[in-house]
């Protein structure tokens, strides 16, 4: 069993920079490859990015890459994902999710434990 809980979400202005974590416990945080994924209002829940398990691969969505960045700490089994440049369509409610699988995964039905969600709100 592994509990998320992400944090780090507000309102910020386009162009903006935030940096989201995700607190992991439970199961062994370094064991597990991460997700980022994100749902707006309206719309299907969106893969964003992903870390392996040993954070030697990453994998992004079109949207983030250039943008985004993540990378995590197994040593405090947490999981960031940097955001730059900002964008009104990259608002929407943040998830953290883990999987079992080596490599990162796009999909979500592929990831097994999910975070409640922060919310990212982007003004202009």
């Known amino acids: 069993q592994v509990q998320l809980v992400e944090s780090g979400g507000g309102l910020v202005q386009a162009g903006d920079s935030l940096r989201l974590s995700c607190a992991a416990s439970?199961?062994?945080?370094?064991?597990?490859?991460m997700g980022w994924f994100r749902q707006a209002p309206g719309k299907e829940r969106e893969f964003v990015g992903g870390?392996?398990?040993?954070?030697?691969?990453?994998s992004y969505a079109d949207s983030a890459k250039g943008r985004f960045t993540i990378s995590r700490d197994n040593a405090k089994n947490t999981v960031f994902l940097e955001m730059n440049s900002l964008r009104n369509e990259d608002a929407a409610t943040y998830y953290c999710?883990?999987?079992?699988?080596?490599?990162?995964?796009?999909?979500?039905?592929?990831?097994?434990?999910w975070g409640k969600g922060t919310q990212v709100t982007v003004s202009t």
């Open positions: 439970g199961r062994t945080f370094s064991s597990i490859t």
């Open positions: 999710a883990a999987t079992s699988w080596i490599g990162v995964t796009r999909t979500a039905a592929t990831y097994t434990y």
């Open positions: 870390i392996s398990w040993r954070g030697g691969s990453t």
